[in-house]
């Protein structure tokens, strides 16, 4: 078995992002400049944004949180998108997600510009990512893609089960295993809440894609000896033997898997870190009007 550092790849691709952005400080006066907005006070949502903007400072890319109360209205917010839309000093543009419920995150996501949308949510994104037209790919399936590739991990043939249908990462990586390309070229199955014997489904893999959100329901006796395993679920569970009171755990039981599998990403240090640097790699892109121009 072998162990998908995603904390390791992600700083050898910080790394390369940091080369590039100094490269780019020659012809341009600013690095690239993201902005993040976080809405209300979810701890989980608090940490993944300090961890962008720590990430961005590594890389020489400019990063600003506008940060807004709980109680802001769908209207106001979208005045916020538009405003940053506008702002020609910015670069790319993301909405943190879970919004509060009386907020339509379909609505927020469509008002984002599409060549500023540095996560590749808007509809018109993802209709270019389906088409493989050039694009944002959304954070956490690029991140994926880069784990499989920089691992040299064959695709072409595999059969590969995505468990979780989400727009965000289960739809798209569905989507962009299937494609002819590497990495691609695999044959996917979908699988989600209404799927009957999604076990022996699960168990039929060659790559198993895991983001259901559900604490360490993949067992090992749900998956094929040599299985690639990416675990994209994050959980805080209570723990008494942590400072913080709580330990991170994923959609699969490592323990267990861990010994079965091929390949495995753990949690935290797997996809996790790789959503971020693939965040940098866009922002990057849109600095340098690589996509929209
Ligand atoms: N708009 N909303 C938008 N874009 C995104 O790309 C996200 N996502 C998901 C949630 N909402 C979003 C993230 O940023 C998930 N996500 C994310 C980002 C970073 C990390 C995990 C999820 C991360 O840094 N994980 C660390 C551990 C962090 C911790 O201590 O909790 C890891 O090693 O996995």
């Known amino acids: 078995m072998k162990i998908i550092d995603g904390k390791e790849t992600a700083q050898q691709i910080k790394n390369e992002i940091a080369d590039e952005v100094a490269a780019m400080l020659n012809s341009r006066e600013q690095g690239p400049h993201l902005v993040a ?6 701890p989980a949502s608090q940490t ?3 961890n962008k903007e720590k990430a961005c400072a590594q890389v020489g890319i400019i990063s600003s949180v506008y940060k807004y109360p709980e109680s802001i209205s769908e209207k106001e917010l979208l005045e916020v998108v538009d ?3 506008n702002d020609d000093e910015i670069d790319g543009l993301i909405v943190q997600l879970p919004l509060p419920k009386h907020i339509s995150e379909k609505k ?3 008002k984002i510009n599409p060549a500023k949308d540095v996560d590749g949510f808007h509809p018109l994104n993802v209709g270019r990512m389906a088409l493989n037209l050039p694009t944002y790919l959304p954070a956490t399936p690029y991140g994926i893609l880069q784990l499989i590739e920089r691992y040299n991990i064959e695709t072409e043939g595999k059969s590969c089960v995505v468990l979780g249908r989400s ?3 289960g739809s798209p990586i569905s989507i962009l295993l299937s494609r002819k390309a590497y990495p691609g070229n695999c044959t996917v199955t979908v699988c989600h809440s209404r799927t009957k014997n999604l076990k022996q489904i699960a168990k039929s893999a060659d790559i198993l894609i895991v983001a259901m959100g559900q604490p360490q329901f993949v067992t090992e006796d749900m998956v094929k000896k040599d299985a690639v395993v990416i675990d994209v ?3 805080r569970v209570p723990s008494d033997k942590t400072k913080s009171g709580f330990r991170l755990v994923g959609d699969v039981l490592f323990d267990e898997v861990s010994k079965k599998a091929g390949y495995i990403t753990p949690v935290p240090g797997g996809v996790g870190p790789m959503t971020i640097v693939s965040l940098l ?3 990057l892109k849109a600095a340098k009007k690589e996509i929209y121009f």
């Open 108 to 110: 927020i996501i469509e």
């Open 83 to 85: 405003f940053i839309n």
């Open 167 to 169: 727009h965000i990462v």
């Open 48 to 50: 993944y944004v300090r």
């Open 281 to 283: 790699m866009n922002t």
């Open 37 to 42: 907005v976080l809405v209300g006070e979810d």
């Open 233 to 235: 679920g994050i959980h």
